[in-house]
């Protein structure tokens, strides 16, 4: 696990739902667990914060991480993505992006590709995304502020069932992802009955939570959660979630009360 991403899952599951704000010395101890030292903290903290995503304030000697509009934002639409990921109906519509961007800017060219995997866009040609969700709106408010980019966006149908699966086919690897859901689910099936019976001490619980969601984050960015029309034959993507998210909540208790032990803190009502 990478430092940076410990930060962002700490704040994401823990410090948010207890007043937004962390000392640096609770970051250093639970970042201890995962074996991270306090100078390697205090450098990804410092480097955060040059990026924008905390602010810091003082009170008396310590030294507070805090949150702020923009990574509050962004853990909103990461846990989003993660957690809310029931099957839809499909009205069996396209919406589809056509970008333009000068060649100059290549940065914003990837930043691009990136974002729109993130909402759930897969690649039918070049500079030519398409997703069976209507999340235009969300495209043209992330690049509201970029001059450079041109966006044509379209709502379309194919000709039936069997080109709209070979155009999803195409814009997503569903094998690989297919098997690399498997794979979840072999190592952590193995684990539920352990994390049923409550058999992990609290700081156990909050390394494994924390390993499980970094081990499940990385599949929204890759599977766009396909109307079930779309999806290959033996699809096991909605059974890892549902495992997500009882082994999530199981190691909840145990994993939160070694957090409010490190950190002196009680947890406010989740919304």
């Not at 056509?98 to 995997?117: F, H, M, N």
């Amino acid at each position: 696990m990478k430092p940076r991403s410990i930060v962002f899952d700490l704040f994401g599951d823990y410090v948010r739902y207890r007043g937004g704000a962390a000392r640096l010395r609770t970051l250093s101890t639970l970042m201890g667990c995962f074996g991270v030292g306090d100078s390697t903290v205090r450098v990804v903290l410092a480097r955060l914060r040059k990026e924008g995503w905390f602010d810091v304030r003082r009170e008396g000697r310590e030294t507070l991480y805090t949150l702020n509009t923009r990574s509050l934002q962004l853990l909103d639409e990461g846990r989003s993505r993660i957690f809310d990921r029931a099957p839809s109906e499909w009205d069996r519509h396209w919406h589809m992006v056509i970008y333009s961007v000068p060649e100059t800017e290549r940065g914003v060219r990837d930043r691009i590709r990136k974002e729109l995997a993130w909402l759930g866009f897969g690649p039918l040609a070049p500079s030519t995304y398409v997703s069976p969700h209507d999340r235009i709106r969300q495209v043209r408010e992330k690049f509201a502020d970029e001059p450079a980019v041109r966006l044509d966006t379209l709502r379309c149908q194919s000709s039936g069932f069997p080109v709209d699966r070979e155009m999803a086919a195409r814009c997503w690897d569903l094998d690989g992802l297919n098997d690399d859901y498997r794979e979840l689910l072999r190592i952590y099936r193995g684990r539920m009955a352990s994390y049923r019976g409550g058999h992990l001490s609290p700081e156990e619980a909050l390394v494994e939570r924390m390993q499980l969601t970094y081990d499940y984050r990385k599949f929204p960015f890759r599977d766009p959660d396909l109307p079930t029309e779309l999806l290959p034959a033996g699809w096991v993507g909605h059974e890892a979630h549902e495992m997500f998210l009882e082994a999530h909540e199981l190691l909840g208790p145990a994993a939160e009360s070694f957090y409010d032990e490190v950190a002196g803190t009680r947890p406010a009502p989740q919304q």
